[in-house]
């Protein structure tokens, strides 16, 4: 069974900095999509990147962007330039064509000013 | 712009009564699901659609049902509302293009059942 694992339930951060959120899963499948959430306290849940299995090159969006290796099933979110509305739950997520998507069970981070 | 919406932000049932969650999309999405969201536990889905009428059990169905007459509009029903059904509620569609689909999340209804 396909599973998603976020080892780390809390992080902080300072402001400004650089922060990596770490995100494991198993599959026997090899095309795939993996994606980043971001809830906000109080807010909706919204998309933050996605990657394509099949592609070699890494995602990038602004300051997000992920380190994605395929044969140790790892996917991280690197967060550059920390900042107060980056605090937030992130939520690793793993999907196979159209059937359901598979969240992880979330990071919450924190950013100190 | 992309719009999800949930008929309720708070809710607060007795246990045994027939609660209804109301789901709204209008951007004609094809799929619409139900997750709650425990902490500590993240998102579980509980049921998805994938067309009007149609429907398939995620992976904690019990204790739940769902309807979808028509496209835009999908509903979540606790046929006899429990306390360990207290939980947050989201609500999401998606368009049907494979995986690469994002989901469109709503704000989520709080459900209190005493």
């Known amino acids: 069974a396909q599973t998603v694992t976020q080892s780390q339930p809390e992080m902080s951060v300072q402001e400004a900095e650089t922060v990596t959120l770490s995100c494991t899963y198993d599959?026997?499948?090899?095309?795939?999509?993996l994606f980043w959430y971001k809830q906000p306290p109080s807010r909706q849940m919204i998309l933050v990147i996605r990657q394509e299995a099949y592609k070699q090159q890494n995602a990038t969006e602004n300051r997000f962007s992920v380190n994605f290796q395929k044969a140790a099933k790892s996917f991280s979110l690197k967060i550059s330039d920390s900042q107060l509305g980056d605090a937030a739950m992130y939520f690793c997520a793993y999907r196979v064509a159209d059937d359901k998507i598979i969240f992880g069970k979330g990071t919450r981070l924190h950013i100190l000013p | 712009d992309v719009k999800v919406t949930q008929s309720s932000r708070y809710l607060v049932k007795r246990t045994g009564e027939k609660v209804f969650l109301e789901c709204v999309q209008d951007?004609?999405?094809?799929?619409m699901f139900w997750y709650r969201q425990d902490p500590g536990l993240g998102l579980r889905l509980i049921y998805f659609?994938?067309?009007?009428?149609?429907?398939e059990k995620g992976d904690i169905p019990e204790g739940y049902s769902v309807s979808r007459e028509k496209k835009e509009r999908f509903s979540l029903i606790l046929e006899s509302a429990s306390t360990n059904q207290t939980s947050m509620y989201l609500c999401a569609s998606s368009p049907l293009m494979g995986g690469r689909a994002t989901q469109y999340f709503g704000p989520g209804t709080r459900l209190l059942v005493l």
């Open positions: 951007m004609d999405h094809e799929n």
């Open positions: 599959t026997s499948e090899s095309d795939y999509y």
């Open positions: 659609s994938y067309d009007v009428k149609m429907k």
